[in-house]
């Protein structure tokens, strides 16, 4: 053997096997294997002051203590008879909870829309302030609504180019006879 005091044998008494990498037990103090290291694989006697989980009860989301020796389901069970907190109407809370201000509209929303004008709450049908009939600010603030609106007065200039009136008074109509 060249180097003798390297390593150390696992505690098990089924195993002693000869390891180079010996892990304690945080427990019991006892040196194991690989293997053995887990409180269960080594039956740990002193594993109740570590291994401690303490159970959520399944309704309120609430810890549990549970006393040594306790069985964990019928302290939960006791919990949720008794001193449980939870209130099944709180589960069924409205998801749809914002009206549309438009009148005769009666459509709701998950989340406020709300317009830049004239802050009132829309549905997505009604968002814009020409939708609703916005009584904000004279004219749209957003990009998209003057481009909305120019696009607008365009073609309602064009149509009345359509009707070209003469020098001599007399409207005709700009078609090719």
Same mark, same amino acid.
């Given at each position: !053997?060249?180097?003798?005091?390297?390593?150390?044998?696992?505690?098990?008494?089924?195993? @002693?096997?000869?390891?180079?990498? =010996?892990?304690?037990?945080?427990?019991?103090g006892e040196v194991f294997c690989k293997d053995h290291i887990r409180y269960d694989d080594h039956k740990c006697g002193s594993a109740y002051k570590k291994n401690v989980q303490v159970p959520v009860c399944p309704l309120c989301n609430a810890p549990i203590p549970v006393q040594k020796g306790e $069985?964990?389901?019928?302290?939960?069970?006791?919990? !949720?008879?008794?001193?449980?907190?939870?209130?099944?109407?709180?589960?069924?809370?409205? $998801?749809?909870?914002? %009206?549309?201000?438009? =009148?005769?509209?009666? @459509?709701?929303?998950? !989340? %406020?829309?709300?317009?830049?004008?004239?802050?009132?709450?829309?549905?997505? %049908?009604?968002?814009?302030?020409?939708?609703?009939?916005?009584?904000? +600010? +004279?004219?749209?603030?957003?990009?998209?609504?003057?481009?909305?609106?120019? @696009?607008? +007065?365009?073609?309602?200039? %064009? +149509?009345?180019?359509? $009707?070209?009136?003469?020098?001599?008074?007399?409207?005709?109509?700009?078609?090719?006879?």
């Amino acid at each position: !053997m060249e180097l003798p005091g390297l390593g150390r044998h696992c505690a098990e008494r089924a195993c @002693r096997r000869l390891d180079f990498l =010996p892990l304690k037990c945080d427990a019991c103090g006892e040196v194991f294997c690989k293997d053995h290291i887990r409180y269960d694989d080594h039956k740990c006697g002193s594993a109740y002051k570590k291994n401690v989980q303490v159970p959520v009860c399944p309704l309120c989301n609430a810890p549990i203590p549970v006393q040594k020796g306790e $069985i964990p389901d019928v302290v939960v069970g006791a919990h !949720m008879d008794k001193d449980c907190k939870y209130n099944p109407a709180q589960q069924k809370e409205k $998801i749809f909870t914002n %009206k549309c201000l438009k =009148p005769g509209c009666k @459509r709701k929303e998950m !989340m %406020k829309v709300v317009c830049e004008q004239c802050n009132g709450n829309f549905c997505i %049908k009604h968002r814009h302030p020409l939708d609703h009939d916005c009584k904000g +600010s +004279s004219h749209p603030i957003s990009k998209a609504g003057y481009a909305a609106l120019m @696009r607008a +007065s365009q073609t309602a200039f %064009k +149509s009345t180019e359509a $009707i070209a009136v003469p020098s001599n008074g007399n409207r005709q109509h700009n078609r090719c006879r």
